[in-house]
């Protein structure tokens, strides 16, 4: 059953990055017991600055050294620890990569490594888009990976994470995304996607911040084509919800991906994976970004530049159904 979204608003705006540093506190505060380790783009007024002012014993700062912070996290928890650990996205995955892979991943250890600032939202362009991150995940064994769609979603995930066993990426972008739910009152479990929309001409699944904008493209295909188009919020990329995936392309026919990462190897690759092997015949297609370093501008203007705003998604859609 579809949940309740903000479908017929606009630009009802949430923050994740804060978000994960104010529900961090709100575990803390109801005694749940973790460490955190983050680096020196936490800012003392930030929601997670709060979290290291009022409990400083459980909060390491390595500065600008991912690689160590996340080896030290790995130490943490295998003395008995679960950690939370926050670095700037582009530099998890890229300088980090073998301390997730051999330390984190090996070892199966309980460490939420929170990726901020995901896709283009950096604001610092090529050098520090965040867009390979998830084809190195999904090839690394034992990692979950969430991807919230909103603040209210990443808290809910960062609270189920204090449960979870095993090791974990939350992915999450810069800030200021709008909200997708309406309310929180819906049920989210790891690993299982959610159906934000009901539909039957089409399927779109995406995951993140791409979710919203997925949204108001199906309202532009209901509105101005005529074209019922389900949306699906794959929140957990790794392991992958197939069997949400294979109801959906029963029931539609067309299956189309949208999501803020490199069309290669991201949640587009693992829905088509799946639906080559499945023997699906319908139609699909994947947004995302292409195979090149991106545009340098605003975060919306680099969406609509390539066809991942609602306007471009419901072209793209609009094409492939002809």
């Known amino acids: 059953m579809a949940v309740l979204t903000t479908f017929d608003f606009d630009q009802m705006l949430s923050n994740a990055r804060e978000a994960y540093g104010e529900e961090l506190l709100r575990m803390a505060d109801d005694g749940l017991d973790f460490v955190f380790t983050y680096s020196d783009n936490v800012a003392p007024s930030s ?9 400083p014993e459980r909060c390491f700062n390595f500065g ?4 160590n912070q996340v080896g030290a996290s790995c130490g943490l928890a295998l003395g008995g620890e679960i950690v939370y650990s926050q670095v ?8 980090a990569a073998d301390q997730i892979h051999t330390d984190i991943a090996y070892n199966d250890v309980n460490v939420r490594l929170i990726g901020t600032h995901a896709g283009v939202t950096a604001g610092g362009g090529p050098t520090h888009n ?23 979603q990443c808290c809910k995930i960062v609270r189920q994470s204090h ?3 095993g090791p974990m990426i939350i992915r999450i972008d810069r800030g200021g995304s709008p909200n997708v739910y309406a ?9 299982k996607a959610i159906e934000t929309l009901p539909g039957a001409d089409v399927t779109l699944i995406s995951a993140g911040s791409s979710v919203y904008w997925s949204l108001m493209g199906a309202k532009i295909l209901r509105e101005k084509y005529g074209i019922s ?9 790794k392991p992958l919800d197939t069997d949400m995936i294979k109801k959906c392309a029963g029931e539609t026919g067309a ?5 803020e990462h490199s069309i290669n190897g991201g949640l587009g690759s693992a829905v088509a994976e799946y639906l080559m092997e499945s023997g699906f015949s319908g139609r699909f297609k994947r947004i995302g970004l292409p195979d090149e370093f991106a545009v340098l501008g605003e975060t919306e203007a680099v969406y609509e530049y390539y066809g991942m705003d609602p306007k471009g998604i419901a072209e793209k859609v609009r094409l492939l159904l002809k």
């Open 47 to 55: 929601s997670a600055g709060k979290l290291v002012a009022k409990y």
């Open 64 to 67: 600008i050294a991912e690689p």
């Open 88 to 95: 700037f996205g582009p530099f998890l995955s890229l300088r």
């Open 130 to 152: 965040c867009i390979a991150d998830l084809a190195l995940y999904r090839a690394i064994p034992n990692l979950t990976v969430e991807v919230p769609a909103d603040a209210g």
């Open 163 to 165: 449960s979870f066993e």
């Open 183 to 191: 309310d929180n009152n819906y049920e989210l479990v790891i690993g």
């Open 229 to 237: 188009a389900r949306l699906i919020d794959m929140h957990t990329i």
């Open 255 to 259: 299956i189309v991906t949208v999501e």
